[in-house]
């Protein structure tokens, strides 16, 4: 392509990860007044800091856009969101945005993959290009009103459902994302419970209380916590449990240690939730 983010062509920024071509189809989806917009294309190459590609429409540098495409040869999904770095004759840079982990990891398996691939194959000789032999063309017939009617309301159809999904990946995308302070610093990340257990180095069990012993009670605590960039519980909230087993619950946990978060390399807060089991003794 003329330019993309990392790509070092063009007097642009210097390339940052290694890029392997890749040409399988793209669905870019931008919000352009208030309604999605679904530009298809192919993909040139890909690392794991964005792509580029030819795209069906115009795009403008600084568009964020919902990228959708499966890598080869699994048929991987990714879906991620980027910004568009680069645009020029209908190809464009796109960089990518707040990449999980999952999904780094993926892009990561997909370049091992390709390099593999490349170490024990030889380079394969360039196949010809079949030139199809171009067809007379056909003579248009007039649509009744009927099929122009039955036409429109498909296309209605199409665009309700791409509307749908097209949401529906955007937020749950932004469910990943750290949200943003007033300044532009980010703030908190909502980060679910699984793989913040995975995250636990020190963990302080609870101490059964002697009023739940007398009552028997037991069950499970189910609290709301923010856990700082250092890996330290700032906050707690209990959301559900049987109450006389609240407080303990809440001074267990607040010893309770992480490994940082990070989103892009740098640790975060994070928001997420926290369960302690009591069984009576």
């Known amino acids: 392509m003329s330019a993309s983010p990392g790509a070092g062509q063009d007097g642009l920024t210097p390339r940052r990860a290694l890029r392997h071509p890749v040409a399988v189809p793209v669905d870019l989806t931008v919000l352009r007044s208030g309604v999605p917009d679904c530009i298809p294309g192919r993909s040139l190459n890909v690392s794991e800091c964005g792509l580029a590609a030819v795209v069906a429409g115009e795009l403008r540098p600084g568009d964020s856009v919902g990228v959708e495409m499966h890598l ?36 990561r398996q997909w370049n091992q993959g390709v390099d593999d691939v490349k170490a024990e194959n030889a380079p394969l000789p360039e196949k010809e290009i079949a030139v199809d032999t171009p067809k007379p063309p056909k003579t248009r017939r007039s649509l009744s009103p009927a099929l122009l009617w039955a ?28 949200t943003k302070a007033a300044g532009g610093e980010e703030v908190v ?62 001074d267990a946990v607040r010893w309770w240690r992480f490994e940082p978060y990070r989103v892009n390399g740098k640790p975060v807060e994070v928001e997420t939730t926290v369960a302690v089991e009591f069984e009576a003794e």
Request: glycine share 8%; hydrophobic share 45%.
């Open 151 to 178: 036409a429109l309301a498909v296309f209605v159809i199409i665009g309700a459902a791409g509307w749908w999904q097209w949401y529906r990946v955007w937020s749950e995308l932004d469910s990943h994302l750290p």
């Open 72 to 107: 080869p040869p699994g048929n991987l999904p990714l879906t991620a969101k980027a910004v568009v770095r680069h645009q020029a004759k209908l190809r464009c840079g796109l960089e990518f945005v707040g990449l999980s982990r999952e999904q780094l990891a993926l892009i």
């Open 189 to 250: 990340a909502q980060v679910p419970a699984t793989e913040m257990e995975r995250l636990l180095t020190h963990k302080v069990d609870p101490v059964y209380p002697e009023a739940a012993k007398q009552s028997k009670a037991q069950g499970m605590v189910v609290l709301d916590a923010v856990i700082g960039p250092d890996g330290t519980v700032r906050n707690l909230k209990p959301l559900s449990g049987p109450e006389v087993l609240e407080s303990a619950a809440l």
